[in-house]
């Protein structure tokens, strides 16, 4: 069984803890799904020697800029800032298909959230559609040599109608339905939408897919593949 530690939105004193080598320490990696600071990530991945993938969602974009150019997948706080501190060491998935070698996991990435008001790193759902469309090159090779087209998808934003809020800027997206639907993933794991009611509903089934909200901190068990 594969454990992933999966984070989102909120700095977790679970995680940003001495205790965290001991805590998580049978992770195989972590997955951060956005609107967290890259020292945060910075952190885990220091402490558990593991990799990290990771998309950005609708605030702290300090660094989205820097990870979208062309052939930029990691970054070097030092060489970048011109500071004392070492490797970020978190490898940034958002528009990309990947592999993660130790697990075999498929893993691909679409950050931002829908348009609301302009911002960086919003997206109408046309725009959605286009980038998942660019994604299905690498998801075809995907399916001719691995035999599926993806195991997990990390988004920011939820699904449209799956844990997802009324109000513009929390609204999901279609497209994440649409892509469920016709590439089947086990897993859609998305943040954005803060669970401060131990009522609300972190998982839901739609179609094949697992969807999960891992606000803060949630631990994924996976099959090996």
Known sequence: MIKILCVSDNEDLVVYSQNIKERFKDVSFIIGAG?????????????????????????????????????????????????????FGSTYIGDKVIRDKKTGLLLAGLGGSMKYNGGENQYTNTQMYVKII?????????????GRWLDILITHAPPFGIHDGKDACHTGFKAFLWFMRKFQPEYLLHGHVHLLDINQKRESLYENTKVINVYSRYVLEVEQK
Do not use: Q, W
């Open 134 to 146: 660019k994604l299905f090159p690498k998801m075809l090779i995907n399916r001719i040599f691995h």
């Open 35 to 87: 609107d967290l600071k890259m020292r945060y990530y910075g952190f885990i991945v220091s402490m558990l020697n593991k990799p990290l993938y990771f998309v950005f969602g609708n605030h702290d974009l300090t660094f989205l800029k820097r990870f979208k150019k062309k052939g930029r997948d990691e970054f070097n706080y030092a060489n970048e800032l011109n500071c004392s501190l070492n490797y």
